[in-house]
C-alpha cells in the first residue's frame, strides 16, 4: 500500500499539474487516494490502474498549490498566532496550528474563518522547538551522522552526502549555524559558511568529502545504507524513519500524520514546507531528541536502500515526554519528542541546486 503511495507520489512530483491535489493512504488501509480539482489526466489514470493495489479517485475542491498559497498566506498575515498551515487532508481547506500563547484560541479560530479565503480546520496547538552519531563517523561523511559545533555546545546531526556541480557537502539543518563542524567523537568534517543555506527550508551545506550512504541502527552502529539518488516527499500516513543523530533509528513506528505544511518555529523562523510526523506509541517513550536536527527522515525500498523524504526541523512542544527510547547517545538525556516536524527533501535541495550523492 505505502509503496504504491509513494510511486503515486513521485509519478506527481516529476509531471507537476496545476489542478493536483495529493496522494494519501486510506485510513483502512485498504486502498490509495488520490485527491484531484476536476478530471485526472489519463497519464495519471492509467498509471493509478497499474498498481498491485487499488487506487481510489476523488474530488478535491481546491488543488495542493491553490491550498499552499492561502496556507502561506495565513502564516505571513497572522504571524505569533497561527503556527502551522497547509492542505487538509481531503484538499478541502485549510489545517492550522495556533500558538500557546493565543489566549482564546476558539475566537482566534472563528476570526481566521471569517476573513479566509478557503475553508479553515483547526488541528490543536503547535509550538514547534528547533532540536539544536553517528558517534563518530569519519571521512567520507554520511548522512545521520553526530556532529558538533567548533567552539559552542550546539550539536546537530548530518543530513545527507549531496554536490553541485563539482562541488560536494554534507547537509545539516539552517538553524544549527556556520562555522566549522567535528564529528561528536572523531575530526573535523568541514566548514558551514554563512551563506550557503535557505532559511525557509532549514537547510545548509558544510563543504567536505560525502559518501552516498546514510547510518541506521542505534547511536553507535557501525551499519549504514545506500542512498537512493532521487528524494521523494511522504504521502500521509506511511511509515518513515528519521535517521537520527543523537538518538538513533526512530523505531516507534513513526508515520506521517499531515503534509506540505507552512510553520512558524518557537524561535519565530518561518519554515517549509514540510510534514508532520507523529509516533504510533501510547507508552512515555520519545524517539527523537535535540541534537537531532538536521537528521534525514527517510524510507526502506525493497533492497535495503534508503530513499530521503526530508529533513528533521524541530519537535512540537507538547508532545515531549521524559521517556527517551533506548540506543541514544549517552550525555543526550532529552526531552525527546513523540511529534514532531521535517522539511520536505525535494523542495530543500532543489532551493540550493543540490543533487543527492548516490552509488545507482
Known sequence: METAAQALMALLEENPSASRGGVAVAEDRKSVVVYWKGDPPASVKSFAAGQPVPVVFRGAAYSQAELMAAAWSLLEENKGVVTSAGPSSDYSGVAIGLSSKVPAPEAAVAA?????????????????????????????????????????????????????????????????????????????????????????????????????????????????????????????????????????????????????????????????????????????????????SGSPVVRSDRSGNFQVNGFLSGGLEGYEVVGCQLGRHIGFNGPCYQAYYAVNAVEALSSMGLHLQTNF
Open 112 to 292: 481566521l474563518k471569517a476573513h479566509a479565503a478557503v475553508p479553515i480546520e483547526f488541528i490543536g496547538i503547535e509550538d514547534i522547538k528547533p532540536l539544536a552519531s553517528r558517534n563518530a563517523d569519519r571521512y567520507p561523511w554520511y548522512g545521520g551522522g553526530l556532529m558538533h559545533l567548533y567552539g559552542t555546545h550546539i550539536a546537530c546531526g548530518s543530513g545527507a552526502g549531496v554536490y553541485a556541480g563539482p562541488n560536494i557537502y554534507l547537509t545539516t539543518a539552517e538553524h544549527c549555524g556556520a562555522g566549522t563542524w567535528y564529528g561528536y567523537n572523531s575530526g573535523e568534517v568541514g566548514v558551514a559558511s554563512a551563506s550557503q543555506r535557505n532559511v525557509l527550508h532549514d537547510i545548509r551545506v558544510i563543504r567536505t568529502s560525502s559518501g552516498a550512504r546514510i547510518w541506521t541502527g542505534d547511536a553507535y552502529t557501525e551499519e549504514s545504507r545506500q542512498v537512493l539518488g532521487t528524494p521523494v516527499n511522504p504521502a500521509p500516513l506511511v511509515a518513515v524513519t528519521v535517521s537520527g543523530s543523537a538518538s538513533g533509528n526512530t523505531y516507534q513506528a513513526p508515520y506521517v500524520a499531515l503534509i506540505n505544511r507552512y510553520w512558524y518555529d518557537t524561535d519565530g523562523i518561518r519554515r517549509g514546507p514540510g510534514f508532520r510526523i507523529e509516533e504510533d506509541t501510547e507508552g512515555n517513550t520519545g524517539g527523537v531528541q535535540e541534537g537531532d
